[in-house]
């Protein structure tokens, strides 16, 4: 097991000298609440239907949704609806007046309410999803939507901010120390995603002890200590990824599966995943094209908590790699929160389940409503948590 972490840290010094010498508008959930919870549901349903026939019927009027989509319910209950999906960022209004219309905003399918637990009830062929690659979303799409809401961005900036008191008055000495209990639990549920059967307890005595738990792989052995040379690395050189790049993302990924039997760099052939019919892009030259554009967008963000959520989607989506790709964007999500003096997440108490769960609607619907409230909790938690 040395003679493995050794080999690893001969990967780690080779990146670092490569290193060296390249020196939503609002769009939290809208429910509408009534006392009745049959109301509350004809609420639910007339808001699908408003969008449902505005998708259809693009540029259309209040009165023509009234007539054609909404004639059960009073005209004034329809003026309501549309305010409110436009706050919400999930239509968009051309014009004033009577000579109003109104069309699907970009962020509809990014951030339109979306029962999960319905959605996942349907098997695997009986969903409809998009099965290939959008093309459209990293350059059309993603660049025009503010992913967090206003009031959102107040709660992750007032958990900042207490993240920020915490840790200037710790030492150097406490703050390597909580950074070692996160990078632990971290370790633990990444690997516990993709299916490592490590107990918190056996994680945290492997990685601190070196000692294997009886009964499991040398591969989970393996999984768990290379997320702990990568957690190692960005806390070591913490400006690693303040600005984000095809290498960079390669040497992050080659550090996760280090000798894990797997080929590193871009993936040359097609990759299936596991729950869904999504296909990944299958073509080399494709999928680095599709890495840089995502470079691009995440470095041209100004906003830090944008950037690790859109490389936390981004990097699963495109799929560039033959493993660890899941693994890779939560890395690289928290060097670049590490970069810009954030609290990094751990993800310990998100279940494996609703993980892959939002995850799968991302691919199947492009919908990040479900993953960014997973960010929001684990950001939250980590805060709280660790320091």
Same mark, same amino acid.
């Not at 993603?142 to 901010?161: A, C, R, Y």
């Not at 890495?291 to 495109?318: G, P, Q, T």
């Given at each position: ?6 080999? +690893? ?78 706050i919400h960022g999930l239509i968009k209004q051309q014009g ?180 869904? +019919? ?55 999500? +928290?060097?670049?929160?590490l970069a810009n003096g954030y609290c990094p997440l751990s ?41």
């Open positions: 097991m040395w003679l493995y972490y050794k080999s +690893n840290l001969k990967l780690l010094a080779q990146i670092k000298s490569l290193s060296a010498q390249k020196s939503v508008k609002a769009s939290r959930i809208f429910i509408f609440l009534s006392r009745k919870k049959n109301k509350k549901n004809m609420l639910d349903n007339k808001t699908k239907k408003l969008l449902y026939y505005i998708r259809l019927n693009p540029f259309v009027s209040s009165k023509e949704i009234h007539t054609n989509a909404l004639s059960d319910v009073g005209y004034s209950t329809v003026k309501r609806l549309i305010s409110s999906l436009i004033i007046g009577k000579a109003s219309r109104y069309q699907i905003s970009p962020t509809h399918t990014l951030l339109v309410p979306i029962d999960i637990d319905e959605y996942f009830s349907r098997e695997i062929d009986e969903r409809k999803i998009n099965e290939t690659y959008n093309f459209a979303l990293i350059s059309d799409i993603l660049p025009k939507v503010n992913l967090f809401s206003t009031e959102e961005m107040l709660q992750l900036n007032q958990w900042q901010q207490k993240f920020n008191q915490a840790v200037s008055v710790l030492s150097k000495t406490e703050y390597l120390k909580n950074m070692e209990h996160l990078a632990i639990d971290l370790s633990w549920k990444s690997s516990q995603i993709e299916g490592n059967t490590y107990s918190l307890l056996e994680t945290e005595r492997l990685l601190k002890e070196r000692e294997t738990a009886e009964g499991k792989t040398k591969e989970e052995a393996g999984m768990l200590l290379n997320h702990k040379v990568a957690l190692d690395f960005i806390l070591q050189e913490p400006d690693y990824l303040k600005t984000v790049s095809v290498s960079k993302i390669e040497s992050i990924n080659s550090l996760l599966i280090n000798e894990l039997g797997v080929d590193k760099n871009i993936r040359k052939r097609k990759v299936g995943i596991t729950g869904t +019919n999504y296909r990944p892009l299958d073509n080399e030259f494709q999928i680095r094209e599709a890495l840089n554009d995502m470079c691009e967008l995440v470095n041209h963000r100004e906003n830090i908590f944008e950037k690790a959520l859109l490389s936390l989607l981004l990097l699963s989506y495109i799929q560039a790699f033959n493993d660890g790709n899941k693994r890779t964007a939560r890395i690289v999500c +928290n060097a670049l929160l993800f310990r108490t998100v279940s494996s389940i609703d993980y892959k769960k939002a995850m799968l609607l991302f691919y199947e619907q492009n919908n990040l409503l479900a993953f960014k409230q997973i960010f929001l909790d684990q950001f939250r938690f980590a805060v709280e948590t660790y320091f």
